[in-house]
């Protein structure tokens, strides 16, 4: 078939050659910019069908009919340019680029494609997006930056995990997580570093090791045509990440600073002193029970004690980023270095993050056929991380809760000077009564002025390539890449620290983590042009992988004294408080791939895609899968019937891709059944850890994407429009068991279920001013999502917490039961019955039984208790945005430059429990929203009155699910180049910029921030914020310089 | 050598060196670092023994016997304070989605699968140790089923004689093991509750199985006391009787563990018993679920962490426990290291010793002579009119142990067993036999206000709700009445 094609064009061209007269004028088309010769550039005579392209050097021939003819030169991004016949027979012709995306260079790790031969989806950050920003690691910049990328930073505590989604989420049990691709090597899949506490105390998103100013580009690949080179790791997308590397012809010296002052957004507001006692005994007054807060003089100042715990925990903190950097090259060798320094401090008392980092990229090419290079880079980190979110004795839990009427400090100097309790270092109760609190009161200072929640990560990453071309357009490269990660988790909790440093006379414990990642990758590339039109790119090669993940803990109680807070020799006691362990585990892939593009003339391209993946964590009788991808396009631009007639659009192409991807993020032996450590205090024991299914195998995504890339105007405006539809298939679920089956987990790891994802992404570049000394760049990208579950286990739900995945619903959606808001004649809480009626709830002392309590709205008539029975459904409402997007502006004018960056999100739900848990009916402080509860002289409002430890009219129901769309002004930088700074000072640049962060919030959410999300671990129960630490905002300052 | 050939060379190499290439894949030689395959544990008689000490490890599950289980039976009794912790548990309220309730379910469950796991592999794999080891193998996993058994069908079912043939729902009776995932995903897994008598009968069953097949003393401190012996057996059995209402079996049963070789006696002070230096040697321990310092529930869910205010101290002791009629100022039972206070009014709050010292560590207690002699005292009470005397030297052991006060001498049978149900709080208090003994015994639960109103012995909400989510799944499990 296409060898009938090819002859078909060999027939046309010999026409053409016939009918020619004449004169013949020959030349060469060359780049303005930098004089290299460009291929593939029409050279048409106006008025007529004639034309031709110039060949691999730019060269061209043409026959012309007369001197009055005129020859019209162009190229896609380059415009057209006429010239008139010569009266030699030579005409060179040079052009410019007027569409730089159109050049742009995909970077997909195996293969570089130029944006105008792309035929998948893709898009394109430019690492000035990510560089000088004040963010830990990179990904935390990627949300709004581009269409289908949603990166959810999660939380305000430092070097905090982000959660990245492109096109939606595309699993239910398996991580939703993009694969992350440096130079070519893919990364470890590891989210967070830190596992105490089950890895939800202090987390450590391992991408915060990497330094962002070193990275000049990411690619994100969204379809099946681009992500199938990633087989079975790519059904989530893949960001591809290009670091700095040299330029020829150059020599650059670089520092860029960074000053930024960060705090808390938006911080909950908690009742004062005064507001607490008021609230506090008005619950208990209500319920018959004598006041439970009381004031407390400690100090003996004559005023009852106070004390702000908000403004205890949550600071200003300054971060400083020094980044030195060196880049130049010669014909022959190319090197890019930087050294950096970062020393992030957080809102958050002691949080902080300190970075040191190291990169060197070089390329030598030695002989025309033969270019070897490397990109090594090492980084250290600590971080002082602080426990938030569940963690009652963390800073941010404990600074909410605890009462205001009682002291910080002590006046003994004891327990490090504050105010504890004898018995178990609890917050000193002052003088109110503790049994009708929900929860102990931690010191809100004490785990982090008495103990340490650190992390050391130190990184190795980068690969070493050699290239070799044997023949003209054969590469050959085999590229080694290593990732080396080692994390030391370095835990203290002191004597006097409530909890085990107490209970275990100061403890300490130790977690060594390695992981060590290596990828070898073999591949050859082929590119061959026939006849001038027809471009052949073929690449086949075979990749292996191993990665080895080994942790060792140590932890020792019974410490000598608070002087000595790690485990030294000599300085403990006794062998009761040691402990010891640790574990381990590998994966391997081995890989097969290729790719072959061929594209005819600028118009017609088609594109094959294929990997062959085998892991170790597929069961065994699975082993091997098979990703095909297809792609295929048409630029209608370069028709003549188009481009005759429809001058205002300087390109149109549209493309299609559809093929199969995986998703084989499985535990390394999740397939199999096996026996583990099973302890029995004093014996060794072997007891079931996991029951497996040796037929596990990879999620299979099939992607489908159409769309269309437009500039118009001059190029002025640039427009891409896809749409998308991904069906996710033998999805891997943590199949619920019956808990009577009893297996370990409750749970059998198995592919059961699909679902998809469908919906359409618009980017809009524009410039809409582009004068001499003012131009203003627009950039905006749209993305909306939709998404539903079409197969589970049997048929029934998967629930996790309040969420469901639910067949014929979009996963996640909401669960509950329904708040109906309060009965302004008496205060009481009502909810509505599954069936629609309301059902009121008494919360009086004095009622006999349970069953007494629940009536109709009047009170007529007894009716059964509210229970889960009375959840629905809240139909359409997930965690998961529907549409998101990004709008970037950017006014230059002389020197200044300002950019205003804009990023919105919405159509999802959050349950905000920082709300409901702060609402809470016990002793324990409340949010300010508390004071419009229900009282005889304030009856229309949604808060019922408050009876001690009512926990039925607070319980999880839609009166804490909330809409958390927003608009938030994500950046507004202001930045000056100083003119004419290499005259006067030698310098090549010279920039200052002040900038602001999540400057403004627009949303109806009464939470701190509709981003936070504290549910990590699950893709169903995503959307609560259970007193996650607010987002923060930082104003700072920086300076560019360079010689 | 022109260039050409040279190029060809480099070509012919390359490709040779991406052939070798392939000896590079590792994804066939993966084998795990920390599990081991079920194949290789039933093949070695050491590993067959580990897998069998590895019930017990499923037994500490947290969620469960590692303490919870004899913690939710007291939250509903009457001798701790109402417990915030607990939510709706100790105030009877608790809806059917309750996360606590699904998690102990789970919990209980999940130690059951492995002794029947494990007995099932065992049988597959017999011949490895031989006839007569198996026995004594399967005697301990029989034991340990019937005793998560007890205390499921306790929580989730209405008491034994609720039903005068005990004809009302139990729980679901799992007596098999999914050896792999199509096993565990079969819809055949979808059984419906047994009658309570079912239940009583499967455990009778185990138990006089294991007490024909369990040893009397394992020759190891340790073992006596944290594995499972014949003692063990025949003390299940006898509270289990007493359960029933069948007294003659109850007291021959007692009698049984009383006439071990093991001379079972009681401690001279009641924390012996409860001190960890005594834990594998105490005299007066039958069974307990051993834990120690790396080998515990944790923070969250170990026993002491929940009672002792050194840990989390969520539990404190009621006034009502304090108070209970006979129990002097100076009964060791009441003071200090049995009975702790911190703080003062109105904070003033008493804790148990029992588990004061050992936040992490304190074993589980399962089965001690104190209870063995108050079952006799009991069962003799009921079976024989009148004040019988040796009920009555039951009872004034334990009393005179403790330097309890005088008591006045019953004189009618109702009035001495009067005594020993009191008496039981005051030993037994915080062990787990809260709420079971109310009910038992067809007594109401009275109030702690204001939180908690008195339950009818038999109300609908004395008993816990089927989770929700397991009667979602499984259409045949019916959910217990008053909930939905």
């Known amino acids: 078939m296409k060898r009938m094609l090819l002859l078909m064009f060999f027939s046309v061209m010999l026409c053409g050659q016939l009918m020619a007269q004449s004169r013949v004028i020959t030349g060469k088309v060359t780049d303005v910019k930098d004089g290299t010769p460009l291929p593939g550039v029409t050279v048409a005579i106006k008025g007529t069908s004639k034309g031709t392209i110039t060949n691999q050097n730019g060269e061209y021939r043409i026959e012309v009919s007369g001197p009055n003819d005129v020859l019209v030169f162009s190229f896609i991004g380059y415009g057209n340019q006429e010239a008139a016949v010569p009266t030699g027979g030579v005409r060179n012709v040079e052009l410019g680029l007027d569409d730089k995306t159109l050049q742009e260079v995909v970077v997909t790790g195996y293969v570089d494609i130029k944006r105008k031969d792309a035929t998948a989806s893709t898009s394109k950050i430019d690492g000035s997006e990510i560089n000088n920003k004040v963010i830990q690691s990179f990904d935390q910049a990627l949300d709004g930056l581009a269409a289908g990328v949603n990166a959810n930073v999660q939380s305000g505590a430092l070097g905090d995990a982000v959660a990245v989604r492109i096109r939606g989420v595309n699993s239910i049990s398996n991580s939703a997580q993009p694969l992350f691709v440096v130079d070519g090597v893919p990364l470890n899949t590891v989210n967070n570093l830190n596992v105490f506490n089950s890895g939800n105390g202090t987390r450590y998103n391992p991408l915060a090791d990497i330094n962002p100013n070193d990275i000049e580009s990411v690619d994100v690949l969204k379809d099946a045509a681009a992500a199938a080179l990633y087989g079975s790791r790519a059904a989530n997308g893949v960001i591809i990440i290009t670091t700095k590397r040299g330029k020829k012809g150059s020599a650059v010296v670089g520092y860029n600073m960074n000053l930024s002052w960060v705090t808390g957004a938006r911080i909950p507001k908690v009742l004062n002193g005064d507001e607490f006692n008021m609230i506090q005994n008005e619950k208990a007054n209500n319920l018959n029970v004598a006041n439970i807060a009381n004031d407390i003089d400690l100090n003996g100042d004559g005023q009852p004690d106070r004390s702000d715990w908000i403004k205890e925990v949550f600071k200003t903190g300054f971060q400083q980023t020094h980044q030195l950097n060196f880049s130049g090259g010669s014909e022959k060798a190319q090197y890019y270095g930087s050294a950096e320094y970062a020393d992030l401090k957080g809102f958050v008392i002691t949080n902080r993050i300190r970075r040191g980092s190291g990169r060197l990229n070089l390329d030598i090419t030695p002989k025309s056929w033969l270019k070897v290079g490397a990109s090594l880079y090492a980084s250290r980190a600590l971080n002082n991380g602080v426990i938030s979110d569940g963690f009652l004795a963390g800073s941010t839990f404990a600074g909410y809760n605890a009462p205001p009427n009682v002291p910080v400090y002590n006046t003994t100097g004891d327990y490090g000077g504050l105010y504890l309790t004898a018995n178990n270092r609890d917050l000193g109760n002052g003088n109110n009564n503790v049994t009708y609190r929900l929860n102990r009161f931690f010191h809100p200072l004490s785990s982090v002025l008495l103990g340490r929640n650190d992390n050391e990560s130190n990184r190795v990453q980068g690969n070493v390539y050699g290239e070799i071309s044997p023949v003209k357009g054969l590469k050959v490269t085999s590229r080694f890449g290593i990732d080396y990660i080692q994390n030391m988790e370095d835990q203290y909790s002191g004597p006097d620290q409530a909890g085990n440093g107490f209970g275990l006379n100061g403890l300490v414990q130790e977690n060594l983590l390695r992981i060590n990642l290596w990828n070898w990758s073999n591949f050859a590339t082929y590119t061959a042009t026939f006849n001038e039109r027809h471009n052949l790119t073929v690449t086949a090669g075979l990749e292996y992988q191993y990665s080895r993940r080994r942790e060792l803990y140590t932890g020792q109680g019974n410490l000598a004294d608070d002087y000595f807070k790690n485990i030294y020799d000599g300085l403990f006691a006794g062998s009761d408080n040691s402990f010891t362990g640790g574990t381990e585990n590998a994966r391997a892939f081995d890989s097969y791939f290729g790719r072959a593009a061929y594209s005819y003339s600028n118009k017609y391209y088609a594109e094959f895609v294929f990997r062959a993946d085998a892991y170790s964590g597929f069961g065994i009788n699975n082993r091997r899968g098979y990703f095909p991808g297809g792609s295929l396009g048409w630029r209608i631009s370069e028709e003549d019937f188009f481009k005759n007639n429809i001058k205002f659009v300087n390109d149109l192409k549209i493309r299609a891709s559809y093929g199969l991807v995986g998703n084989s993020e499985i535990g390394p032996y999740a397939w199999r059944t096996m026996y583990g450590g099973g302890t029995y205090a004093e014996v060794n024991g072997l007891t079931m850890s996991q029951i497996g299914d040796p037929n596990l195998q990879w999620e299979t995504s099939k992607k489908l994407d159409i769309g269309l890339d437009a500039s118009f105007l001059d190029n002025r405006i640039g427009f891409i429009f896809d749409y998308f539809r991904n069906n996710v298939d033998n999805l891997v679920l943590n199949a619920p068991i019956l808990r009577t089956v009893g297996v370990p987990g409750s749970t059998v790891t198995t592919n059961i279920g699909s679902m998809w994802n469908q919906g359409f992404e618009f980017t809009v570049n524009a410039s809409p001013i582009e004068g001499k000394d003012f131009t203003w760049d627009v950039s905006a990208n749209f993305t909306t999502l939709k998404n539903e579950v079409t197969k589970l286990v049997d048929g029934s739900d998967i629930p996790s917490g309040v969420s469901r995945a639910s067949i014929g619903r979009p996963l996640g959606v909401f669960f509950l039961i329904r708040y109906a808001g309060v009965n302004p004649a008496n205060g009481f809480p009502l909810f509505y019955a599954k069936d629609g009626s309301v059902r009121q709830y008494n919360p009086s002392p004095g009622i006999p039984t349970v069953a007494d309590r629940w009536t109709t709205q009047d009170g007529s008539a007894k009716v059964p208790a509210i229970t889960a029975n009375d959840g629905v459904y809240i139909e359409g409402a997930t965690g998961y945005p529907t549409w998101y997007g990004g709008l970037d502006n950017t006014f230059s004018y002389k020197g200044f430059t300002l950019n205003i960056s804009l990023q919105f999100s919405g159509g999802n739900y959050i349950i905000n429990g920082t709300r409901q848990s702060m609402m809470t009916n016990s002793l324990q402080n409340n949010i300010t929203e508390i004071l419009d509860r229900w009282t005889p002289s304030n009856t229309n409002t949604t808060i019922p009155k408050l009876f001690l430890q009512d926990n039925i009219s607070t319980q999880t129901s839609t009166r804490w699910l909330e809409k958390a769309d927003y608009l938030r002004v994500k950046r507004i930088s202001l930045g000056y180049n100083f003119p004419n700074v290499k005259q006067k000072l030698g310098m090549s640049t010279l920039r200052l910029f002040v900038a602001g962060d999540n400057v403004a919030l627009l949303t109806g959410y009464s939470g701190q921030d509709p981003e936070i999300n504290t549910n990590r671990a699950t893709n169903i129960a995503f959307g609560v914020d259970s007193r996650g630490v607010p987002l923060q905002r930082a104003f700072s300052l920086g300076l560019n310089a360079a010689f | ?484």
């Not at chain 2, 000896?23 to 066939?28: D, H, I, L």
């Not at chain 2, 490895?128 to 089923?145: D, L, M, P, S």
């Not at chain 2, 834990?291 to 923070?299: A, E, L, Q, R």
């Open chain 2, 1 to 484: 050598m022109n260039t050409r050939y040279k190029y060809f060379n480099i070509i012919r190499w390359g490709l040779c060196g991406l052939l070798l290439f392939t000896a590079c894949s590792k994804v066939n030689e993966q084998e795990p670092y920390v599990n081991i395959d079920p194949s290789q544990v039933f093949n070695s008689p050491a590993r067959i023994e580990k897998a069998a000490l590895g019930m017990y490890d499923a037994l500490q599950n947290a969620e469960f016997l590692g303490g919870r289980a004899l913690i939710y039976v007291d939250q509903r009794g009457n001798d701790v304070t109402v417990s915030s912790f607990f939510g709706q548990i100790p105030t009877f309220n608790m809806l059917s989605n309750n996360v606590t309730a699904l998690n102990a379910w789970t919990g209980a469950y999940r130690s059951i699968f492995e002794a029947n796991y494990f007995m099932k592999n065992l049988q597959m794999n017999e011949g490895v140790i031989g006839n007569e080891a198996a026995k004594v193998y399967y005697a301990e996993a029989r034991f340990i089923r019937a005793l998560v058994y007890y205390y499921v069908v306790n929580i989730w079912a209405q008491t034994y004689v609720f039903t005068p043939d005990a004809s009302h729902a139990g729980i679901p009776l799992v007596l098999d093991a999914a050896l792999n995932g199509a096993d565990a995903l079969n819809p055949a897994n979808k059984i419906s509750r047994s009658t309570v008598r079912q239940v009583y009968v499967q455990m009778l069953a185990d138990l006089t199985e294991a007490s024909a097949n369990l040893p009397e003393d394992w020759d190891d401190a340790y073992y006596n006391h944290a594995r499972a012996t014949k003692a063990a057996a025949d003390g299940l059995m006898a509270r289990i009787y007493l359960t029933m209402g069948d007294y003659p079996n109850a007291n021959a049963k007692a009698d049984a563990v009383l006439a071990s070789p093991r001379g079972f006696d009681l401690e001279e002070d009641p924390i012996d018993y409860f001190t960890s230096e005594n834990y594998t040697t105490t005299v007066e321990g039958i069974f307990a679920v051993a834990m120690n310092n790396s080998d515990n529930p944790n923070t969250n869910n170990a026993i002491g962490q929940h009672y002792s205010p050194r840990g989390r101290g969520d539990i404190s002791v009621s006034a009502a426990y304090r108070n209970l009629p006979n129990f002097g100022l100076t009964d060791k039972r009441r003071i200090s290291p049995m009975l702790r206070s911190t703080g003062t009014a109105p904070n003033l709050t008493y804790w148990t010793g029992k588990y004061y010292d050992n936040t992490f560590d304190s074993w589980v207690p399962i089965l001690r002579l104190a209870e063995i002699k108050l079952i006799k005292a009991e069962a003799l009470a009921r079976q024989n009119a009148g004040v019988d005397a040796n009920a009555l030297a039951q009872l004034m052991d334990i009393r005179e142990r403790s330097n309890a006060s005088v008591i006045v001498p019953p004189v009618t049978q109702a009035e001495l067993i009067e005594l020993i149900l009191n008496e039981r709080r005051m030993e037994l208090a915080f062990e787990g036999f809260g709420e079971i003994d109310f009910l038992r015994t067809k007594r109401n639960i009275p109030a702690r206000p204001p939180l908690q109103t008195e339950q009818d012995w038999n109300s609908q909400l004395v008993i816990w709700p089927i989770p929700f989510q397991e009667t979602l799944q499984n259409e045949n499990l019916a959910q217990n009445p008053g909930y939905n």
